[in-house]
Nanobody, 124 residues
Framework: QVQLVEAGGGLVQVGGSLRLSCAAS????????MGWFRQAPGKEREFVGG????????YYADSVKGRLTISRDDAKNTVYLQMNSLNPEDTAVYYC?????????????????WGQGTQVTVSS
């Protein structure tokens, strides 16, 4: 069965960094994109960025460009989200997801598989 397991969340001070990981298993993901989303209390799930397993550059939401970097390790079937210069507005549960979204889509509805989420809290 498909599993996406996230790790790396936690509490960090303003300006700090965290690296999240998402290990995928259960099937071949070569035709999938891996997306990162986040959801703060009382808010909708928000697209953060994504990367296709088949290649190409990662793509990001405008709100995080320059501070967050997505990478992948094909040998480990793992995708990473490096987050720098964190601020309180980045506080949320972060999810990774796998799916085949249409080109340019940032909708969480186009992803089929989801991790359990990991909490990121940025304290001031």
């Amino acid at each position: 069965q498909v599993q996406l397991v996230e790790a790396g969340g936690g509490l960090v001070q303003v300006g700090g960094s965290l690296r999240l990981s998402c290990a995928a298993s259960g099937r071949t993901f070569s035709d999938d994109a891996m997306g990162w989303f986040r959801q703060a209390p009382g808010k909708e799930r928000e697209f953060v960025g994504g990367i296709w397993w088949s290649g190409g550059y990662p793509y990001y939401a405008d709100s995080v460009k320059g501070r967050l970097t997505i990478s992948r390790d094909d040998a480990k079937n793992t995708v990473y989200l490096q987050m720098n210069s964190l601020n309180p507005e980045d506080t949320a549960v972060y999810y990774c997801a796998a799916g085949r979204p249409s080109y340019g889509s940032t909708s969480y509805r186009e992803y089929d598989y989801w991790g359990q989420g990991t909490q990121v809290t940025v304290s001031s």
